[in-house]
């Protein structure tokens, strides 16, 4: 058995690698094993990880979890929405479109850390994103009249892909989602919603992250 960490902001990111992706590898070719990254000092504080924290600080849980030798990679899992902007790469970003902002990120950090067993993933632009791959399995879901579902459909049809929605602070996929259903749950309802969207239809409407997965397939073999 191979086992992969995977470096995560928060509950919702840890459950869906547990319950969702982790069904698409046989548990004896390749396990994931999320990681919650620490935002507190204190460890025996039960609200001390997930969330935002200064680069400096995920660069030394990385550095820590490249130490374990039995893991054949490290790689992450964090929203490219509101990224602080002491992350590698971030401060030279080229004026294009969001994907090409991303994977210079993702190339300024895996260059940051120089270790051949890491590889970088950020989520365009979060993991809300996931939500508009299929509206009508959120509605359902999420419950609400027909209005709520209309303008679930008129977001999602302004954009070719659900990693296309943006990152402004008012039109961010959580934004958005909260704006129509304000019960919203993202641990309770994200993971259900991905659940019942399934892994080959998030693949095949989110580019990004279907390339994630087939670095991930490649370990495998």
Known sequence: M????????????????TDVLQSHFAP??????????KTRQNPDRYDNRGGYVPYARVRRQLKNLL?????????TMYDFYALPSDYPGVDTCPHSGPL???????????????????????????????IFVDVEIAHRQLGGSEEQLRRLCAIRD?????EDIND???????????????????????????AQIGLAHLRADCPHFDTWVTWLESLQS
């Not at 004896?28 to 990254?37: A, S, T």
């Not at 090409?100 to 994103?129: G, M, S, T």
């Not at 602070?169 to 259900?192: C, F, M």
Request: proline letters at 4%.
């Open 67 to 75: 130490r374990d030798s039995s893991a054949l990679a490290v790689t």
């Open 28 to 37: 004896d070719r390749l396990w994931l094993q999320p990681v919650q990254i």
């Open 168 to 194: 402004d602070p008012h039109t961010a996929p959580s934004q958005r989602l909260r704006a129509i259903y304000d019960r919203y749950e993202k641990v309770l309802d994200g993971i259900i919603i991905t």
């Open 158 to 162: 302004q954009f070719k892909t659900a």
């Open 2 to 17: 191979s086992k992969v960490l995977i470096s995560v902001e928060g509950t919702t990111e840890e459950r869906f690698v």
């Open 100 to 130: 090409d902002r991303v994977r210079h990120i993702e190339q300024a950090w895996k260059q940051e850390l120089n270790h051949r067993q890491f590889y970088p993933y950020l989520q365009l632009h979060e993991f809300e994103a996931f």
